[in-house]
């Protein structure tokens, strides 16, 4: 299957600063690639999905504004929290659509704003 | 919100077959049964999917039932490595995003 990275793993910042996540698709060419967030205990929800050359699609109560998605290539697409607050501490994963329609995962990024 | 339904936890002693069940009852008919595990701080990793004919590959099996309702998710040689959380989803091949819902913890133990 596909292989996915994403960088950082783990992050710490201060509140207010802005945080960007890198999400790659390492062998293969993604056009679409979603991004989910997951709280402690609890399943992964979908943030927004993010298509190549075009704005990106988000979920309803996810506002856009502080998520900036870019999707520049189509092995890249990143996700910057702008402004996080310790609320935004999350875990962070990326997908990748794949053969049959699978989606291939990324081992996800921590983000701990304090 | 999700279409299946999945016991919250489930245990399996290491080295017998680990069954786990997914109730999907409200299932189209174009819609394909996924199986998905999350290990503790990683990223989901795909399991199998099936569409009616039951399926194995080198990790699991996967039976569906005839009316296609539920389907059971089978390890059949568990190992403490295989303790994680397991999705069912079930989804059109074409479709977009995956929902989660709660999953189903298996520990394995030793």
């Known amino acids: 299957g596909a292989v996915v990275s994403q960088h950082p793993s783990w992050v710490i910042c201060k509140s207010g600063t802005s945080v960007k996540i890198e999400c790659r698709s390492l062998?293969?060419?993604?056009?679409?690639m979603f991004w989910y967030r997951q709280f402690p205990k609890q399943s992964l929800m979908l943030m927004a999905t993010s298509n190549e050359g075009s704005k990106a699609t988000y979920e309803q109560g996810v506002e856009k504004d502080k998520f900036l998605i870019n999707h520049a290539s189509l092995t890249l697409s990143t996700l910057t929290v702008t402004s996080a607050h310790p609320e935004d501490s999350s875990f962070y994963i990326c997908?990748?659509?794949?053969?049959?329609?699978?989606?291939?995962f990324g081992p996800g990024t921590r983000l701990l704003v304090l | 919100d999700a279409k299946t339904t999945q016991p919250p936890s489930m245990d399996c002693a290491e080295g017998r077959a680990a069954n786990l069940p997914c109730n999907h009852s409200t299932i189209s008919g174009n819609e394909y049964v996924y199986w998905y595990r999350q290990i503790h701080s990683q990223g989901p990793q795909y399991i199998i999917h099936?569409?009616?004919n039951n399926e194995t590959n080198e990790m699991a099996s996967l039976i569906i039932t005839e009316d296609r309702k539920s389907s059971t998710l089978i390890l059949p040689h568990a190992t403490l490595r295989d303790t994680a959380v397991y999705y069912c989803i079930v989804r059109v091949r074409d479709g977009q995003n995956f929902v989660f819902g709660p999953g189903t913890r298996l520990s394995v133990l030793p």
């Open positions: 062998d293969f060419q993604a056009t679409t």
């Open positions: 099936g569409l009616k």
């Open positions: 997908s990748v659509g794949g053969l049959w329609e699978t989606q291939y």
